[in-house]
C-alpha cells in the first residue's frame, strides 16, 4: 500500500496524523551581538517609541482625558540651540570656578612657601646670635684680632646679606618693644628715659625683632619741691595778756545785778 492510499483511508489527515486545527508557528529571533558570519558587531534593534495617543485610545473617557492633558502640559519642546547654549554655560561657569579656586591654592601655596623659608633663616640666625655676641665681647677687650677678625667679619656679612641688623647704643632712647630694661637710675642730664649702659646688643630682621636688646635705663630727675608750713596744722599758743584781759572783762551774771542795784 502507497501513502497515497494511506492518506485515503485515515480520511486525507495525512500519514502521521496532522489535525485541521492550525499548529502554532515557531519563530526564532537571533540575538547575538557578533553576527556569525561576518564577525561584526551587531547594533542593537532600537525599540519604537510608544505612541501616547494610542494607548490614551485604548482607554476612553478619563483616561483619553489625562492623555490630552498631559500632551498639553508638557508645551513645546526646546530646541537643539537652547540645550547646547545651557550646557554651554554650565560647563563654562564650572571652568571659571575651577580657575579661581586653582588660582587661590596657588597663591596659597608661595604664600607659605615664601614663610617657611623666613621661619628657616630666623631660627638659624637666633642659633647664631650666641656666637656674635662672644664677638662682640672678644672686641670690646681687644681680641678681635688675626683669622679671628676675618672670621668674625665673615660671619658679619653673612648677616647682613639675611637682612639682620644689629642696633643697641648707648645714648638711644628707650622703647618698650625693642629694649629689655634690666637696670633703672635717675639723671639730671637726660630729658627723656635714655640707655645708658648696653649689656647686650639686639637684633631685628625688617619691622621684626628677633631678640631684644638689654639695657640700662635712666629716667629724668624729679626737681625737688621746697614744703610750706600751713599755718593751721601748727597753731601758735595763746597770747598770755590777751587772755587775762578777756578773763578780767568776763563778768558772771551775779556781778551784773550788783552793778546795776548800786547804780539805782
Not at 496532522?18 to 551587531?42: A, F, H, L, N, Y
Not at 554655560?89 to 596657588?106: C, I, K, P
Not at 645708658?196 to 629716667?219: E, N, S, W
Not at 578780767?248 to 545785778?257: D, G, I, Q, R, V
Request: proline share 8%.
Amino acid at each position: 500500500m502507497t501513502p497515497s492510499d494511506t492518506s485515503g483511508l485515515y480520511g486525507g489527515r495525512g500519514q502521521y496524523g496532522d489535525s485541521d486545527e492550525e499548529q502554532p508557528r515557531v519563530v526564532v529571533r537571533d540575538k547575538r551581538r557578533i553576527d556569525p558570519v561576518t564577525g561584526e558587531v551587531r547594533e542593537p534593534a532600537s525599540a519604537p517609541p510608544a505612541d501616547p495617543t494610542a494607548s490614551a485610545a485604548g482607554f476612553p473617557g478619563a483616561g483619553g482625558a489625562r492623555a490630552t492633558q498631559s500632551a498639553t502640559d508638557a508645551g513645546p519642546e526646546a530646541s537643539p540651540t537652547d540645550a547646547v547654549a545651557k550646557e554651554l554655560a554650565e560647563r563654562t561657569e564650572d571652568l571659571l570656578r575651577v580657575s579661581a579656586e586653582y588660582a587661590n591654592y596657588r597663591r596659597r601655596v608661595d604664600r607659605d612657601r615664601v614663610l617657611i623659608g623666613e621661619m628657616a633663616q630666623e631660627r638659624l640666625v637666633l642659633d647664631l646670635l650666641p656666637v656674635m655676641d662672644d664677638i662682640d665681647r672678644a672686641r670690646e677687650h681687644g681680641d678681635l684680632t688675626g683669622a679671628f677678625k676675618s672670621t668674625a667679619d665673615r660671619l658679619s656679612g653673612v648677616l647682613d646679606r639675611a637682612g639682620v641688623e644689629a642696633y643697641g647704643q648707648v645714648g638711644d632712647s628707650f622703647d618698650p618693644g625693642q629694649h629689655e630694661a634690666v637696670l633703672h637710675s635717675e639723671s639730671g642730664d637726660v630729658s627723656v628715659p635714655t640707655c645708658t649702659h648696653v649689656m647686650r646688643r639686639g637684633y631685628r630682621r625688617g619691622d621684626r625683632v628677633l631678640r631684644a636688646a638689654m639695657v640700662g635705663v635712666a629716667d629724668p630727675a624729679q626737681p625737688s619741691v621746697p614744703v610750706t608750713a600751713d599755718p593751721t596744722d601748727d597753731p601758735s599758743p595763746p597770747d598770755e595778756s590777751t587772755s587775762t584781759s578777756a578773763t578780767e572783762n568776763w563778768a558772771s551774771p551775779e556781778e551784773s545785778t550788783v552793778d546795776v542795784e548800786r547804780t539805782d
